[in-house]
């Protein structure tokens, strides 16, 4: 079972930065697939960006693309999120997730969750 923690969310003004990371353990990520949701207040969970860690092949969400970057650290065993030019509507939950399909952006192809980390984007 792979455990996840997020961390590296916040409140930052409009048009600011923000990497987030997943930090993994219990077990070796060799065939799984690691990804981003995030879900805003009263919205449901969304889709954002996922990583495939053997070939490191990524897939995004098409709201997202050119703004966030997914990518892993294999020494580190952490995934991270790098999202330039926040937007207020960029404010929500984030979640990492662990799971053997790609692209696999549904919730249900993935079976461990971290807890989450706030990003709050002032306008």
């Known amino acids: 079972q792979v455990q996840l923690v997020e961390s590296g969310g916040g409140l930052v003004q409009a048009g600011g930065s923000l990497r987030l990371s997943c930090a993994t353990s219990g077990r070796t990520l060799g065939s799984y697939v690691v990804a981003w949701f995030r879900q805003a207040p009263g919205k449901a969970r969304e889709f954002v960006a996922t990583?495939?860690?053997?070939?490191?092949?990524?897939y995004y969400v098409e709201s997202v693309k050119g703004r966030f970057t997914i990518s892993r650290d294999n020494a580190k065993n952490t995934v991270y999120l790098q999202i330039y030019s926040l937007k207020p509507e960029d404010t929500a939950v984030y979640y990492c997730?662990?799971?053997?399909?790609?692209?696999?952006?549904?919730?249900?192809?993935?079976?461990?969750w971290g807890q989450g980390t706030q990003v709050t984007v002032s306008s």
């Open positions: 990583i495939d860690w053997r070939y490191s092949r990524s």
């Open positions: 997730a662990a799971g053997g399909r790609y692209p696999g952006i549904g919730s249900g192809d993935y079976d461990a």
